[in-house]
């Protein structure tokens, strides 16, 4: 049982329920809560910090509700994994992994020749139906599924195989196979997850999920890849830096 070090001030305007929640989910991010670490329950912590139960139980709710805490009978309430923070760069998701530490690995879904769909083949500069190379993968972050992939690349690129993709990132190969990345165009949504979704990515259907379409082009201006992604919002983030013009 992990100990909580909260203080909450009455006098504050803000809502005490959230003042517990942002403390915990500060010790959440900071690491000193780490994952599968089981909290006290919430009788224990109402008793602790002298509040009232419904209080404790709505803390402890909008934690679940963000995907950092949760719940599980007969265990009771533990840490899940830390959310995913991703900068906006031209890097692969399977590098930013594990740069920090999330032990990433892949499960390989497809790996062949197709027609190239209307929106693969636009961001190609291919023709509608043309034969490309596609690329189907989910994702795992520490064990938990986190994104499931779709990318396209023109017919004749590069020679790639499953084991490569269960090894490295895309764009790991891409630069193996001397392929020099320069810049990418990249559009960020969200959708809700279909039945199909839901069951690959461990979410109930209809839950949030981020959604991501990238074109990287070369270093002589080719469309190199076109990547389709969905990503767990629970567990994954987009981080931009913004400046003043």
Same mark, same amino acid.
């Given at each position: 049982?992990? %100990?909580?070090?909260?203080?909450?001030?009455?006098?504050?305007?803000?809502?005490?329920?959230?003042?517990?929640? /942002?403390?915990?989910e500060a010790?959440?991010?900071?690491?000193? $809560?780490?994952?599968?670490?089981?909290?006290?329950?919430?009788?224990? $912590?109402?008793?602790?910090?002298?509040?009232?139960?419904?209080?404790?139980?709505?803390?402890?709710?909008?934690?679940?509700?963000?995907?950092?805490? !949760?719940?599980?009978?007969?265990?009771?309430?533990?840490?899940v994994q830390?959310?995913?923070?991703?900068?906006?760069?031209?890097?692969?998701? #399977?590098?930013?992994? =594990?740069?920090?530490?999330?032990?990433?690995?892949?499960?390989?879904?497809?790996?062949?020749?197709?027609?190239? %769909? /209307?929106?693969?083949?636009?961001?190609?500069?291919?023709?509608?139906?043309?034969?490309?190379?596609?690329?189907?993968?989910?994702?795992? +972050?520490?064990?938990? %599924?986190?994104?499931?992939?779709?990318? #396209?690349? %023109?017919?004749?690129?590069?020679?790639?195989?499953?084991?490569?993709?269960? +090894?490295?990132?895309? #764009?790991? !190969?891409?630069?193996? =196979?001397?392929?020099? $990345?320069?810049?990418?165009?990249?559009?960020?949504?969200?959708?809700?997850?279909? =039945?199909?979704?839901?069951?690959?990515?461990?979410?109930?259907?209809?839950? +949030?999920?981020?959604?991501?379409?990238?074109?990287? #082009?070369?270093?002589?201006?080719?469309?190199?890849?076109?990547?389709?992604?969905?990503?767990?919002?629970?567990?994954y983030a987009?981080?931009?830096?913004?400046?003043?013009?």
């Open positions: 049982m992990t %100990p909580l070090a909260v203080t909450v001030d009455r006098r504050s305007p803000v809502p005490l329920y959230f003042q517990v929640a /942002e403390q915990i010790e959440i991010v900071a690491g000193r $809560l780490a994952p599968g670490a089981k909290l006290p329950n919430e009788i224990v $912590l109402a008793d602790q910090l002298t509040l009232s139960r419904p209080t404790m139980r709505q803390a402890i709710q909008y934690l679940v509700d963000k995907g950092l805490l !949760v719940r599980k009978r007969g265990v009771g309430t533990q840490v830390s959310q995913v923070r991703r900068s906006i760069e031209l890097s692969s998701l #399977y590098d930013d992994l =594990a740069r920090a530490g999330q032990h990433p690995s892949t499960v390989v879904r497809d790996l062949a020749l197709c027609p190239a %769909p /209307e929106d693969a083949a636009a961001a190609l500069g291919v023709p509608a139906e043309a034969e490309v190379l596609r690329i189907r993968r989910l994702r795992y +972050a520490s064990d938990e %599924p986190l994104a499931l992939m779709t990318n #396209y690349l %023109p017919p004749g690129l590069v020679e790639v195989t499953a084991e490569q993709l269960r +090894a490295n990132g895309l #764009y790991a !190969v891409l630069r193996g =196979a001397g392929i020099q $990345l320069r810049v990418a165009r990249q559009t960020i949504g969200a959708c809700a997850a279909s =039945a199909a979704q839901a069951k690959d990515l461990h979410e109930n259907k209809g839950a +949030a999920l981020l959604t991501m379409t990238r074109t990287a #082009y070369d270093d002589v201006g080719r469309a190199v890849e076109y990547g389709s992604h969905v990503y767990r919002a629970a567990r987009f981080e931009l830096t913004l400046i003043e013009r």
